[in-house]
């Protein structure tokens, strides 16, 4: 009888579905009943072992949690992630070639750009000997489920390795020129991956950022590869690869051989060099990346560049300082860190390059290829270390030192740069180290320019004149030879700038004085000094070079004359005027006005160079300043069609031109 009134009140307590049923039983849709009316929990409930709940109580999404569920929200957001990776991937395999294209391409790929690509990412202890042969695996560029950052990440690689093919080489089988297939590659992947913040949680994601960066410095386009590696810094600083023992970072591929401290070396190395070279600040001040302490000097030899980052933010710093005298001292401080440094590295290490009976796509031409690429790095921060006081006034002990330290490094840069452009033209490897030599030939001329304004005592570089003038006109031959084998707007201007310097350094070792037939009557003599050399730095002032010494001229002294002058333009962009006295009658030398190979750099019109750089302004006419800057300076990220020297002109005289103020 008991029993049978125990069911009977059951019964009674069974609520109405879909209005007192707790929310399990409702989610289920099974009956909802108590056992007692006191109860706090439902008979299903209890079974389960689940909290009873109200369909009235407000939802918490602990609630969900302690179901063993994930939050309605996850479940969203894996699904939305995975959609839009699958969006990614179709829209990446839509760029690549055909099939039969891609297995063309990679057998026309070279051995260096692999060696290139493995060299920055492993420990920099191994052996260069010992490194494994990573290929290009072909259904990894096509096979559909694939990761799109790891897609991505090939298609960086294969473009990486078709900079190395020459552009005038026809490759029989392609729709398309394999050039027009290398950018096609390159801008997707970056378009949309390395650019994608959502994939950027990854160490894949990160080094995709660092070839993104290598790939604009081997086309030239190095603001563009300073802001990709400025982007890697801070996404290497979100990963926690600045504090060893607090990653934070994922990995999709665990098979990946990716080292993250010598990933971070490699960024904050490029991301000082770029900083430094164009004269931007770092975002790197202070950090301090943890090396083995037990490398042997040989290990070192195998990347200079790296070793000498901290001297790098130290000159970086030191270009910040107003105050002379403290400039000064820190100069002195980092060019004895400099020596220690060298003394520490084996002789073996200094001995000249040596290319002979060396086959191109060798590991021996690859290792004599990178120990050049140091050498030429470790002079660039000598010469950057210095060249604030190479055109200062006074002749003190350090200002002759400095001077003297400017030419020497400058000579070692050219050798270098002209061997290897001697050895392979045709790679793109060390295209940075182009943009080096430049700045090399431009410091070793006006080196001699300036020593021609003072006495016969003092000057220190006249013995040296033939040669340096004979090592940079053959830097000039490398430079001609490969403005036409790569159709290269970048080396055509180089060499018509470096031409140009030499034919104004000609005529300032004479004096300044013109020929007999050009100087016939008096009335052509010009009414200013013609012994004076002039150099207009645009918004920034102007160095002038007379025989009574160097001096700055600010730009307020300078802008209001720019129309009278029909100077020399280099760069190609109108940034910097060198403007030598000249007489009427002669003609002035516009380095725009060099031409390059037809068909240099296939683009569409709008992506020219500028017309008006190669306009002369009308005497009296005073530009328009506005107008001015817009043509003078493109966009930060412009390429090289657009901004043929990058900055690094400006930059070079505006270091020139404060050490200049200071003296």
Known sequence: MSAASDESAAKRRKVRKGTHCCRECRRRKVKCTFAAPDDDSCISCGRRGTKCVSQFALQSPDLVLTRGLSPPSDHARTATQTTRHSKITQALLRALPSPREVEILLGKVSRLSTLCYQS????????????????????????PEAHPVLLARQMLLLAAALQHTSPTEVISGLDQHHHVIMEELAESAIAMVTTNDCLMGTLEGLENIILEGFFHIDSGNIRR??????????????????????????????????????MWICIISMERVLSLLLGLPTSTVGTSPTTSGNKNSSQMSGNLSSLIMQITARILERNQVRVPQQAQGMTR?????????????????????AFAGLEVDSVEAFCETRRAWDHMCYYTVVNQLHLPYMLCQSQTADVVYSGIACANASREILTREIAIRTFNPVTACCRIGDFMALIAGMTLILAHL??????????????????????????????????????????????????NLLSIEARAARGYKTDADETQSSEYQPT???????????????????????????????GQDQGHHAGVTIGGIGSIQIEPSTVPGQSSVNSTSYIPPQGARTQAPSDS?????????????????????????????????????????????DVLMRGAEDA
């Open 333 to 353: 401080d980092i060019d004895r860190e400099l020596i220690r440094m060298t003394e520490q590295l084996p002789s073996s290490f200094w001995q000249p390059i």
């Open 450 to 499: 300036a020593s021609h304004g003072q006495t016969e005592v003092n000057r220190l570089l006249a013995h040296q004149r033939s040669s340096d003038r004979a090592t940079v006109e053959r830097a000039l031959e490398c430079m001609h030879s490969m403005s036409e084998l790569h159709e290269d707007v970048l080396a055509a201007e180089c060499a018509a700038l470096l031409k």
């Open 120 to 143: 920055g990412f492993k420990l920099k202890s191994s052996s260069l000997q010992d490194l494994p042969l990573e290929q290009i695996v072909i259904p990894s560029l096509q096979h």
């Open 609 to 653: 160079l500028p017309q008006q750089h190669t306009t002369q302004l009308l005497p009296g006419r005073i530009p328009d300043e506005v107008s001015e800057k817009d043509h003078m300076f493109p966009d930060a990220a412009a390429s090289i069609d657009d901004w043929v020297f990058q900055g690094f002109d400006t930059a070079f005289f």
């Open 528 to 558: 200013n000094n013609p012994n004076a050399l002039v150099i207009r730095v645009p918004y920034l002032g102007a160095i002038r070079i007379a025989p009574e010494g160097i001096t700055s001229v600010p730009y307020s002294e300078t």
């Open 225 to 262: 590869a300073w802001l990709a590696i400025r982007r890697a810094a801070t996404t290497a600083q979100l990963l926690g690869l600045h504090q060893p023992g607090h990653y934070r970072f994922k990995k999709i591929n665990d098979k990946n051989d990716l080292d993250p401290n010598v």
